[in-house]
């Protein structure tokens, strides 16, 4: 695997690939690399000829008050686990490369943005959206590897692709899990042990609550109330939002169909986490 820092040396290489009617996969994070990342550049190798992992804290994506600062990075372990997974290039960018001057240009996606995350974190998607555009325009044709864990993330990347005319494919990836369940996420590592424990209530509440849709519940309000019950058992769980969603349009849903999300947002004390599930499918603990 080459590590590469300048956007032109990467679009030297991709350009040869190209030319010799390879395919590209890439698979976009901000490193400290788990194993959802890592089935996503399995994925990537198993569909493509080539993978790039790029790996980019992007400051766009973070409010003042978020955890830009301690973020966690380990690249040397990074570097062995892209490789290890398949992904043949490691695209890791400095601040400078990525913005040059200061941007005057931005992507906002409207009305997925402004909803669920949105309605806490007024600025994140149209951060997501911008660096998510720079990535795809310095990599370009290819096919782009995201988790469905960020389901409202992956609905903004698949919109903007779609109303920008990208020539980049977005394929969503199931969440990967911690044994308990628990999605898994590079901001876990923030959990202490006491509220790691807790935290598997998450997955447990939307399990309870794929078991009631299972037995023919349909109204989302029963389904809210199953997943709230739960969750507030826990005096370590402070709920951000439990809604049931159009899954593609993000718009509130009363009645459950196959499109229908569950999503559900909640602190474990200073530490945010997010999870989700196909109304109909459920999730596997
Ligand atoms: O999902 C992430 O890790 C980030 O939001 C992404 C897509 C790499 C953009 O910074």
């Known amino acids: 695997m080459d590590t590469i820092i300048t956007s032109k040396d990467l679009q030297n290489h991709l350009d040869d690939f190209r030319n010799s009617q390879k395919s590209i996969g890439l698979v976009p994070t901000m490193g400290y690399l788990h194993d959802g990342h890592l089935s996503l550049i399995r994925k990537a190798k198993s569909e493509n000829d080539a993978v790039v992992t790029t790996i980019f804290v992007n400051p766009l994506q973070f409010s003042e008050t978020e955890d830009l600062d301690i973020y966690p990075k380990d690249i040397e372990k990074d570097t062995f686990l892209a490789s290890d997974s398949g992904s043949d290039f490691l695209f890791t960018p400095t601040y400078e490369e990525m913005f040059c001057d200061d941007l005057l240009t931005t992507v906002s996606v409207q009305e997925l943005s402004s909803v669920l995350e949105g309605a806490s974190r007024p600025t994140h998607f149209s951060g997501v959206a911008t660096i998510v555009a720079k990535l795809f325009n310095i990599v370009g044709v290819c096919s782009a590897y995201f988790g469905e864990k960020d389901w409202q993330q992956l609905q903004v990347i698949k919109r903007m692709a779609q ?36 935290a598997s209530n998450i997955p447990e509440s939307l399990w309870k609550a794929h078991e009631k849709i299972k037995n023919g519940e349909r109204q989302s309000t029963v389904i809210k109330g199953i997943i709230s019950e739960r969750l507030d058992r826990s005096s370590m769980i402070d709920i951000d939002y439990v809604e049931l969603v159009n899954g593609e349009n993000l718009t509130i849903t009363d009645e459950i169909d196959e499109l229908t999300r569950v999503l559900v947002a909640v602190r474990v004390g200073t530490t945010r986490l997010i999870d989700n599930m196909n109304a109909l499918e459920g999730i596997n603990l």
């Open 163 to 198: 109303d920008l005319s990208y020539r980049v494919e977005i394929k969503g990836c199931p969440i990967v899990r911690e044994k308990d369940g628990l999605a898994m996420s590079s901001r876990n590592v923030y959990l202490t042990n006491d509220q790691r424990k807790e």
